[in-house]
């Protein structure tokens, strides 16, 4: 998983180091298709901040084999964790990861007003 | 290329759509390699906020033509444009389509804040 302390001053105000765009492009990787980036919305987005398979199955025409192995994939990312209570794991978004991807993109104008406000 | 007009809200705050999120997914697959997100952070960072092939090539160990096929990528998916001036094309990042997608990434606090500030 990702250094996320170390990682990333926005792209459009520095440039990436090697490293950072090896751990960087493994995230984006993981949130390049389209059925993760909607487990990764409905989780986010559910009352609490979590949500089990139960209340993702329903959103997709897809077997649970299917949206397991999504899941899987975005826990493997470091993007969301899974915890087992009783019959259902809940997954949760690691939100500091989130805000980390979302600050490497702010773009050039927005990363500028930083500096000048830092 | 996206309607980036009419996507997204944070994916904290709703869940995605399913047209959203294709569209979306596209953008983070051509951010899925280490050497295109250093070469959209050297576009989006260098002087002016534009570069060429000139500029790039020095920060890797690869071929022109594989340094081409990448910024054809990164062209084709929105995230870039290319302008050809005299001998050189001249690369420029979308801004609009940066904040975009770090504004789909907020997470859920921010997401909320938002709401409340709005």
């Excluded at 089990?52 to 826990?75: E, M, N, Q, W, Y």
């Amino acid at each position: 998983m990702i250094a996320m302390d170390a990682c990333c001053s926005p792209l459009a105000r520095e440039p990436l180091s090697e490293e950072q765009s090896v751990e960087l492009a493994k995230l984006f990787k993981a949130m390049a298709d389209p059925v993760r980036l909607r487990l990764l919305s409905l989780i986010a987005s559910h009352a609490g901040g979590e949500a089990c398979v139960c209340d993702l199955t329903d959103a997709f025409d897809l077997t649970g084999p299917t949206i397991s192995h999504h899941l899987k994939v975005l826990r493997e990312s470091g993007l969301i964790t899974g915890e087992r209570r009783g019959t259902w794991v809940y997954y949760r978004v690691h939100p500091e990861v989130l805000a980390r991807l979302s600050a490497v993109l702010v773009p050039g104008d927005a990363a500028a007003a930083e500096v000048v406000s830092a």
